[in-house]
């Protein structure tokens, strides 16, 4: 315990005063800063060329004059989704720019650290208490559940995006309105049924598991199975992760072991690493078939090689866009929420120049 | 009027009040933008939600008036629960799992003391070590998944029960600990060793203080409010995550300093690390009341360590430069 003498504590006020000025100016400015970025004016001209596709769009973020469609209604998306995922950003976006088009406010909540369970649900219980009009959250955690609940039963409409419960009826009954996001067992089976035109039925196949006993990679695996069973085709599963120096190791080995393999499908987007593999070796794009899902720069990269055939975009703007878009709707013409399945993009040789470039700007 | 005079004088000579005045003034700067701030249920949120890191952050500081510090606070935080969980999936009783994971965290911090003091290596590198490791025992031994902490609703309620509105047992804990710790650090001989180990260790030395073993019980304290808190938060949450606590080393550290505690050791409070503490959570919370974009809440933490940091250097200079006048 230090003590000063009354000079010193004099002074000391004197320092902390400035200090309030400064800490509310702050405050004020943090603020106001935030709030701004709905209420500016821009146009944003953008050409996209691609091989096959050239297209134009004009963005224009008028906030501050034309739509007050839903002007007044605030909405909260809460995620799991730390503030440098880059995933994140695109299901962002979108959800910005269905505010702009309808004019209601909508913030983002995203943990400083990814998937940090305690910050998110001290997050979900501040949103409660500020009692927005509407609140979207994946459900990447079940302990969350006990939170949708919670604010249904305080009144306020909730929307699962991106993550259903592993449950679908654990999520109605918790009072989750609709799922807006990538239907993960039958885009397994999506996949492989696209690809499979680049491999003959009763083939051998191998699935790689980036997230073994994961909710998601097991969905997505199951999915795939089904497809290659009512094909005919042998398969097997290689549990990896998304060290993409470990994926390398062990499909370079599986592939040695196993040259009878005609398809490589990943439920995470690590499968281009066999196209690697195989370019190395010498083997031409195509003689074998690789599937895979989401829009990376790694996947991008080995479609326009011509190695990889398929991948399965789950459209992530659209997991922030369309949300937003219901629950308008459903404030202000009491229409219902209802299931969207974001997960059946299709990216191959045809497009992978338009979404290449899109996925640069955020959109895929 | 003379007595209230002197109250003001008073509390204007502790070395707290500078943190306090930014708590006081980020309270009105909420409150004055969204009154909801301050409506019962969001009250009741910050009140629950504060002690879990707020323990940590008692053993930090302590540890960082000792002149030591601890990076291994939010892996420990994790690794505890976990450690928890699975000696009761072995078949052991919850209480006495609750009771061996805590011995465990004192173990852990018992062996980060040690090696730092036997060995000379700075603690800076011995607890970045008890970072990666402990987050990496976590990792390993659940490959990655979350595990469920299925208690027995007596334990829940010890540990993180509704006792009263606005009063939960978390809350109890903490400002248990928080007053043992104050009564250690500034009534005890023990509390006065603490100071000076970390202040001038040869002077300390000549005072006849083991500064070693005041440094291995630091540790020893710093972990064992780790486990703590990282119980805490499971039994609430009902789950272990294996990253649980990632990152909260540096948050720790940040509410101390904010708190007043020298980076250098030999200075700090019990008292400002509790109310930094409260500041950190409510600018977090407040953040998301007034629907400010969450990327906002790194740049406010950083201005108030900055700010409070520069004030308590300002009176420091202020109370060395009288003391050599007169």
Redesign the interface.
């Known amino acids: 315990m230090s003590r000063v003498t009354r000079r010193q504590a004099i002074s000391r006020a004197a320092a902390i005063g400035a200090i309030v000025g400064v800490g509310a100016i702050a405050g004020i400015g943090g603020y106001l800063a935030g709030s701004a970025t709905g209420r500016e004016t821009r146009t944003v001209t953008a050409t996209i060329g691609g091989a096959t596709v050239t297209q134009t769009r004009v963005i224009t973020e008028t906030v501050a004059g034309a739509p007050d469609f839903a002007k007044g209604l605030r909405f909260t998306y809460i995620t799991h989704g730390g503030e440098e995922n880059v995933f994140w950003n695109s299901v962002h976006l979108g959800m910005r720019e269905a505010a702009k088009l309808t004019g209601c406010d909508a913030v983002m909540i995203r943990p400083k650290r990814e998937g940090d369970l305690a910050q998110e649900v001290a997050a979900f219980e501040a949103t409660i208490a500020e009692k927005p009009d509407g609140i979207i959250v994946p459900i990447a955690y079940t302990e969350l559940l006990t939170y949708v609940k919670k604010a249904t039963d305080s009144g306020i409409p909730v929307i699962v995006a991106n993550i259903d419960a592993p449950d679908p009826n654990d999520r109605i009954k918790a009072g989750g309105l609709s799922y807006i996001g990538q239907y993960l067992e039958p885009a397994g089976y999506f996949l492989a049924k696209t690809l499979s035109k680049y491999f003959p039925r009763g083939s051998h196949a191998l699935i790689l598991i980036e997230g073994p006993g994961q909710v998601w990679a097991e969905e997505r695996a199951k999915g795939i199975q089904r497809f290659l069973k009512e094909y005919d085709c042998t398969f097997d599963r290689l549990d990896v992760s998304f060290d993409l120096a470990v994926v390398e190791s062990r499909v370079s080995a599986y592939l040695e072991a196993n040259p009878q393999t005609k398809a490589v499908f990943s439920v995470g987007y690590t499968s281009p690493i066999a196209g690697k593999v195989l370019k190395s070796k010498g083997v031409p794009p195509g003689s074998v078939a690789i599937g895979t899902f989401d829009i990376v720069p790694l996947v991008i990269e080995w479609i326009k090689e011509g190695y990889v055939q398929v991948a399965i975009d789950q459209q992530p703007y659209l997991q922030g866009f369309l949300p937003i878009i219901q629950l308008v709707l459903m404030k202000k013409y009491g229409l219902s929420a209802w299931d969207v399945n974001t997960g059946n993009a299709v990216v191959d040789q045809s497009n992978v120049s338009l979404v290449e470039e899109l996925s640069r700007k955020g959109y895929r | 009027m003379l007595r209230y005079k002197s109250l003001i004088?008073t509390s204007?000579?502790?070395?707290e009040?500078?943190v306090a005045?930014?708590l006081?003034?980020?309270i009105i700067?909420?409150y004055s933008?969204?009154p909801?701030f301050l409506?019962p249920?969001?009250i009741d949120?910050l009140l629950?939600?504060t002690p879990?890191l707020g323990i940590v952050a008692l053993g930090v500081t302590l540890l960082m008036i000792g002149g030591e510090f601890d990076l291994s606070v939010g892996s420990v935080f994790g690794f505890i629960p976990m450690v928890t969980i699975l000696l009761i999936e072995s078949g052991i009783p919850p209480t006495l799992a609750i009771v061996s994971g805590l011995l465990i965290s004192t173990l852990v911090g018992l062996t980060h003391g040690v090696v730092t003091v036997k060995t000379g290596i700075p603690s800076f590198i011995t607890t970045l070590g008890g970072l990666l490791i402990w987050r990496g025992v976590s990792l390993a031994v659940t490959?990655?998944?979350?595990k469920y902490m299925t208690m027995p609703p007596e334990i829940i309620f010890f540990f993180s029960g509704k006792i009263a509105p606005f009063i939960h047992m978390q809350m109890i804990w903490f400002f248990a600990l928080a007053g043992f710790f104050y009564y250690i650090l500034?009534r005890t001989k023990f509390g006065n060793w603490i100071y000076a180990t970390g202040g001038r260790k040869e002077v300390a030395r000549a005072m006849g203080v083991n500064t070693d073993r005041v440094k291995i019980v630091l540790f020893t304290l710093s972990s064992l409010m780790a486990g703590m808190g990282g119980i805490i938060?499971s039994i609430r949450?009902?789950?272990a995550?294996p990253?649980?606590g990632?990152?909260l080393e540096f948050d720790a550290i940040a509410v101390a300093v904010i708190g007043g505690t020298s980076l250098f050791g030999g200075?700090g409070?019990i008292l400002g690390t509790v109310i930094a503490e409260y500041l950190s959570?409510i600018i977090?919370?407040g953040l998301?009341?007034?629907?400010?974009?969450?990327?906002?809440?790194?740049?406010?933490i950083g201005?108030?360590i900055v700010?409070a940091v520069t004030?308590n250097i300002?009176?420091l200079r202020?109370?060395i430069r009288?003391r050599v006048e007169s």
């Not at chain 2, 204007?12 to 070395?15: D, E, F, G, I, N």
């Not at chain 2, 490959?143 to 979350?146: A, R, T």
């Open positions: 004088v204007l000579q502790r070395k009040i500078s005045t930014i006081f003034g980020t700067s909420f933008i969204q909801v409506s249920s969001n949120v629950r939600i879990e490959g990655g998944l979350p500034e938060q949450l009902g789950q995550l990253n649980q990632d990152g200075s409070t959570r977090e919370n998301i009341i007034i629907r400010a974009p969450s990327y906002y809440f790194r740049l406010y201005l108030v700010i004030v300002y009176i202020r109370s009288s």
